[in-house]
């Protein structure tokens, strides 16, 4: 399976729109004159709180990529420190999870697909730069259905 990458993620521009409803911090979007979305965070303030949340992943987290292709990422965020360790656990009974993290820039940070004994996928993490990022909840399957449980936790 092909892993979703950041010129294949142009439906993120409109996820970023949901990021800054969610966020307890002064953002904004910036389009560059490349027509790249960033995040523009030169009034964002840091915040503890990281994500703990559970849901379910059906039909309308259906995003189309460039490439034409269609797939499933529901998108959690939470802010991040420069050198900040996280661990991101993502579990599931219900599909093989795979946890993607997106910087502010929407750059891949890391894809980790889920653990060969189970659905589960668990990576610890060094952020690079301070600022917002997305955690993007998929599975290995274009059509993942169920439930999940997400955890983002501080390691520092």
């Known amino acids: 399976m092909r892993t979703p990458s950041v010129k294949h993620l142009s439906f993120l521009g409109l996820s970023l729109a949901t990021l800054l409803a969610s966020l307890a911090v002064p953002v904004g979007l910036q389009t560059l004159p490349d027509g790249t979305v960033t995040l523009d965070t030169s009034k964002a303030i840091a915040t503890s709180s990281l994500v703990d949340t559970s849901g379910q992943i059906g039909p309308e987290h259906e995003k189309t990529l ?10 959690h965020s939470f802010w991040g420190r420069s050198g900040q360790t996280v ?68 390691r520092n």
């Not at 460039?66 to 998108?75: D, E, P, V």
């Not at 991101?88 to 750059?107: K, M």
């Open 66 to 75: 460039s490439s034409g292709r269609t797939m499933r990422m529901a998108l």
């Open 87 to 154: 661990t991101i656990a993502l579990t599931s009974q219900d599909f093989d999870t795979i946890a993607v993290l997106y910087d502010s820039t929407t750059a891949e940070v890391l894809v980790n697909h889920h653990d060969p004994n189970s659905n589960n996928a668990t990576v610890q993490v060094t952020l690079p730069t301070s600022g917002p990022y997305l955690v993007g909840v998929t599975s290995t399957r274009s059509q993942p259905a169920g439930n999940y449980r997400l955890v983002v936790t501080d």
